[in-house]
């Protein structure tokens, strides 16, 4: 019974187009990490940006949390079929940080590096959507250890994964490359909307 009103809520999300092909709408918010959560000291911590920049730049945890920020509310999508809808983020706004540091015209991909090397990469377009943040507040609360504080990247027009916890820097780069999941075969791109799961390469 209770599964049944549960698809029937399905189909009628889907009905109203807000849940992407194959997804299951979830009410918890599961976790999803290789590896283990780092730990966090404010007085190491930074933040850097490299690559086709003007200006390599680094940022102490109390200068990041200096930075204008904007609260948005979305839905994600995680590659492994569940989306939760109406999720509740503040983070500094990718598109007006990126002004910030000068972006070379040569910059086309930007790729997330996080603590114990987890990456992932996107065209500089897909990047540039007002809905990108790189989040440190989720419900009004820092981030849960588990759910990438102290700051991610927030993609939500893309699967989850895309969305990189533990953020240390981001590199803008003529060329493409790959990241942790996209050369483990996952897609290169992600768009739920198009059920851009898994690359060429995949094993799946
Ligand atoms: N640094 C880092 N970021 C990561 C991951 C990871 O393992 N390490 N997993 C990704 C995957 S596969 C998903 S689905 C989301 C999960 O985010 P959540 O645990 O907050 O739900 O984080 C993404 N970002
Ligand atoms: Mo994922």
Same mark, same amino acid.
């Given at each position: 019974?209770?599964?049944?009103?549960?698809?029937?809520?399905?189909?009628?999300?889907?009905?109203?187009?807000?849940?992407?092909?194959?997804?299951?709408? %979830?009410?918890?918010?599961?976790?999803?990490?290789?590896? &283990?959560? !780092? %730990?966090?000291?404010?007085?190491? @911590?930074?933040?850097?940006?490299?690559?086709?920049?003007?200006?390599?730049?680094? /940022?102490?945890?109390?200068?990041?949390?200096?930075? &204008?920020?904007?609260?948005?509310?979305?839905?994600? =999508?995680?590659?492994?079929?569940?989306?939760?809808? *109406?999720?509740?983020?503040?983070?500094?706004?990718?598109?007006? /940080?990126?002004?910030?540091?000068?972006?070379?015209?040569?910059?086309?991909?930007?790729?997330? =590096?996080? *603590?114990?090397?987890? %990456?992932?990469?996107?065209?500089?377009?897909?990047?540039? *959507?007002?809905?990108?943040?790189?989040?440190?507040?989720?419900?009004?609360?820092?981030?849960?250890?588990? =759910?990438?504080? &102290?700051?991610? %990247?927030?993609? !939500?027009?893309?699967?989850? @994964?895309?969305?990189?916890?533990?953020?240390?820097?981001?590199?803008?780069?003529?060329?493409?490359?790959?990241?942790?999941?996209?050369?483990?075969?996952? =897609?290169?791109?992600?768009? !739920? @909307?198009?059920?851009?799961?898994?690359?060429?390469?995949?094993?799946?």
């Amino acid at each position: 019974m209770n599964f049944l009103r549960r698809r029937q809520e399905e189909d009628k999300v889907k009905s109203e187009g807000r849940l992407p092909p194959g997804q299951s709408l %979830t009410q918890k918010f599961p976790v999803l990490t290789y590896g &283990p959560n !780092p %730990t966090f000291d404010p007085q190491t @911590w930074d933040f850097r940006v490299f690559g086709e920049v003007d200006q390599e730049m680094r /940022w102490s945890w109390d200068e990041f949390l200096k930075l &204008p920020t904007k609260t948005i509310t979305t839905d994600i =999508h995680c590659v492994t079929r569940w989306s939760k809808f *109406d999720t509740v983020w503040e983070g500094v706004p990718f598109v007006e /940080w990126s002004q910030s540091v000068g972006v070379k015209p040569s910059a086309r991909y930007v790729i997330a =590096h996080c *603590d114990y090397g987890y %990456t992932t990469n996107l065209p500089l377009e897909s990047m540039m *959507d007002d809905d990108v943040l790189l989040a440190y507040k989720y419900d009004g609360k820092f981030l849960e250890p588990d =759910h990438g504080f &102290p700051v991610r %990247t927030l993609v !939500p027009k893309r699967y989850f @994964w895309k969305s990189a916890k533990f953020l240390r820097a981001l590199e803008f780069s003529t060329v493409d490359k790959p990241g942790f999941w996209e050369v483990n075969g996952y =897609h290169n791109d992600g768009d !739920p @909307w198009k059920e851009e799961r898994y690359g060429r390469r995949s094993f799946f």
